[in-house]
């Protein structure tokens, strides 16, 4: 599966849709992190495991999976 995504290099980490890291990624329950709304509420995320590819480079690299918007 291939689709465009802008990924923000100087960011920490990179939150994505299920949608965007859809496939047969390696995936697994984050314990160590938690999104918060605004309101206070929780979102639990998946670490993914995703592969980019930059021109002819392919990269690997862990992001978070979370239902948001």
């Known amino acids: 599966m291939s689709c465009r995504v802008t990924i923000d290099t100087g960011a920490s980490g990179t939150v994505a849709r299920p949608n965007i890291f859809a496939g047969e990624h390696e995936r697994k329950p984050s ?4 999104l918060q709304t605004a309101s206070g509420e929780t979102i639990p995320v998946m670490e993914a495991l995703a592969e ?3 021109g002819r ?3 690997k690299m ?3 999976i979370a239902e948001v918007t």
């Open 31 to 34: 314990r160590a992190y938690v």
């Open 52 to 54: 980019l590819t930059v």
């Open 57 to 59: 480079r392919a990269l």
């Open 62 to 64: 862990w992001g978070f």
